[in-house]
């Protein structure tokens, strides 16, 4: 079974398994927002994150997946994450087969984020904007589900103590939120 029919498959089924967020930080409403989780279709598929830019307000600098904010003129989850994709990198949203939605997450940052898997052609021109992206790169689905490349470490923030997983794909750190996206995926393809 290749690795777009194990997510399905796992997408689709009555898994059950023990999410983790930042819950746990002390946010009651989260506002609605969704990601979506481009994988690369070629033999050994691949993921593709975006830098953000160091002066961004929130979240400068990190590693992420395209996404944002649900819109009142977003049907949902997907159309969110479809139109963010589009707007951050320039994905054609009718090139994206969509796998599913994966388990929710629940952020620090006061965000409950809907994590949209999809399948993109295999290099797929992408055109990053320069408001919302500083660069992009691909990482190998294989090393992202690998639990041993998630590092689970533990941090002071806003004067609570909080866990995040962190990885280390040569000079890009992926952590927090992308990284407990990835982390929960791993676990219910496990």
Known sequence: MTWIERISAALNSDISFSVEDERGLGLIEHRAAAVLIPITNRPEPGVILTQRPDWLRSHAGQVAFPGGKIDEDDTGPI????????????IPPDDVTILGVADTYYSGSGYRIEPVIGVIPADLP?????????DWFEV???????????????????GRQRTYYDMQWGERRIWGVTAGIVANLARRLA
């Open 79 to 90: 159309s969110a994450a479809l139109r963010e994709a589009h707007e951050e990198l320039s």
């Open 126 to 134: 992408l055109i990053p904007n320069p408001d919302e992206v500083e």
């Open 140 to 158: 190998p689905l294989s090393f992202l589900l690998d639990p041993a490349n998630a590092v689970k470490k533990c941090a002071e923030w806003n």
